[in-house]
């Protein structure tokens, strides 16, 4: 039987096998152990290496947004997932969408599900936030700017060809209010432009946020 209080100081951070194997350190088989461990459900596998302490020793509800940041490379929460979390749409978003410096990629686990897709460095570093929640921990998530912006780049078909098609689009296909906008910095979708593909779609986006 393993002392909680030796999982517990990871609380709801994820931590790779090196740093498990290290905490377990004092039994025979650290191998056997974590897999005692993940079979009584006091750790929970996300991936190949990659676990996290169960609530069920720490007693704290579990970030899908902090587990993103750890899943898959260097990642921003964005896109839907984003938007909901800023309270922007009023769908509740099931699948946790990121963007990455690396190629796309999903992953599924017992926590959830968890989605993401690749984008250049130079458009990837732009509008990015640190999110600190109860001063306990952290995670990157895009700006509710820079989400949209992921959106119009990342949704594969989408051409709109004047403002008018791209207040239906945001409006009605997203369900926005774009008077929130008013409060928010629309120079991140004109530093959006400068790099992106989509250099139309996106001027729209910024002419429309503009007037």
């Known amino acids: 039987m393993v002392n909680t209080d030796v999982l517990k100081q990871f609380g709801i951070i994820p931590i790779d096998i090196a740093t498990l194997k290290a905490a377990l350190d004092g039994y025979k088989s650290t191998k056997d152990k974590i897999a005692s461990l993940e079979h009584s459900g006091f750790v929970i596998r996300l991936k190949r290496g990659v676990f996290v302490v169960s609530p069920k020793v720490h007693h704290k509800p579990l970030s899908k947004e902090l587990i993103a940041n750890h899943l898959y490379g260097t990642s921003y929460i964005s896109l839907h997932t984003a ?25 599924q686990n017992s926590v959830g599900n968890f989605d993401f897709v690749a984008a250049k460095l130079s458009y990837f570093s732009i509008g990015v936030r640190q999110e600190i929640v109860n001063n306990e921990y952290a995670f990157l998530i895009a ?17 709109l060809q004047s403002i008018k098609a791209m207040r239906n689009f945001i409006e009605n296909d997203m369900r926005i209010d774009l008077s929130v906008f008013e409060h928010y910095n629309i120079e991140i979708v004109k530093e959006c432009i400068n790099v992106s593909t989509k250099k139309r779609e996106l001027t729209l986006l910024y002419k429309l946020l503009e007037e």
């Open 143 to 159: 700006t509710p700017e820079k989400a949209l912006c992921d959106i119009i780049v990342q949704t594969k078909g989408i051409k």
């Open 83 to 107: 938007l909901s979390f800023y309270g922007l749409i009023p769908e509740r978003v099931t699948t946790v969408s990121s963007v990455s410096t690396k190629r796309s990629h999903s992953i």
